[in-house]
Antibody, heavy 115, light 110 residues
Framework: QVHLVESGGGVVQPGRSLRLSCAASGFTFSSYAMHWARQAPDKGLEWVAFISYNGVTEYYADSVKGRFTISRDSSKLYLQMNSLRPEDTAVYYC??????????WGQGILVTVSS | QSALTQPASVSGSPGQSITISCTGTTSDVGAYNYVSWYQQHPGRAPKLMICDVNSRPSGVSNRFSGSKSGNTASLTISGLQAEDEGDYYCSSYTTRSTWVFGGGTKLTVL
């Protein structure tokens, strides 16, 4: 079965960097595009970034463009987050893309940006 | 990238039907038939309930259905059950090759 597990979260000071990972199993990872989305405490979902199955194409939300970079290797998805701000505090989810939607989600990882 | 507009809350009694609306623009909901709906229980990851406006993934109850008219999509849950209680989010692909979520709707089963 499809399994997505995020890691790399934690507490970080404003302006610093953090890299999230998402380990994928149970499917042919290299055949699927992937997403990152996030959810601030007691708030709604926000789409963050997309990467094509082959890593050639990337898209970003305006709120993170120029600060975050999505990437992938043979079995993992990454989100490099630079110049972090308090408003980036959220649970971050990786998700598998199918067509134009998320068909599977990870359990999420908390990132807290605070001094 | 403004969030799609959903009602903050809806409620219904067991056995009843409810509908949650999701209003966007001609750049997202109105542009394509790529609206999806997700259910989220507290502390859990979202779960796909409807994709491509009205398609139900395998394993999702046929009590869940979707539709769209113009810039507004809707999720209908018939025969409400206690387990349906939770937060529901719509999402749409956009003309900028990005995705946008709705603000979320809290469903209470009375």
């Amino acid at each position: 079965q499809v399994h997505l597990v995020e890691s790399g979260g934690g507490v970080v000071q404003p302006g610093r960097s953090l890299r999230l990972s998402c380990a994928a199993s149970g499917f042919t990872f290299s055949s699927y595009a992937m997403h990152w989305a996030r959810q601030a405490p007691d708030k709604g979902l926000e789409w963050v970034a997309f990467i094509s199955y082959n890593g050639v194409t990337e898209y970003y939300a305006d709120s993170v463009k120029g600060r975050f970079t999505i990437s992938r290797d043979s079995s993992k998805l990454y989100l490099q987050m630079n110049s972090l701000r308090p408003e980036d505090t959220a649970v971050y989810y990786c998700g598998r893309n199918s067509g134009y939607h998320f068909d599977y989600w990870g359990q999420g990882i908390l990132v807290t940006v605070s001094s | 990238q403004s969030a799609l507009t959903q009602p903050a809350s809806v409620s219904g009694s067991p056995g009843q039907s409810i509908t949650i609306s999701c209003t966007g623009t001609t750049s997202d909901v109105g542009a394509y038939n790529y609206v999806s709906w997700y259910q989220q229980h507290p502390g859990r990851a979202p779960k796909l309930m409807i994709c491509d406006v009205n398609s139900r993934p395998s394993g999702v109850s046929n009590r869940f259905s979707g539709s769209k008219s113009g810039n507004t999509a809707s999720l209908t849950i018939s025969g409400l059950q206690a387990e349906d209680e939770g937060d529901y989010y719509c999402s749409s692909y956009t003309t900028r090759s990005t995705w946008v979520f709705g603000g979320g709707t809290k469903l209470t089963v009375l």
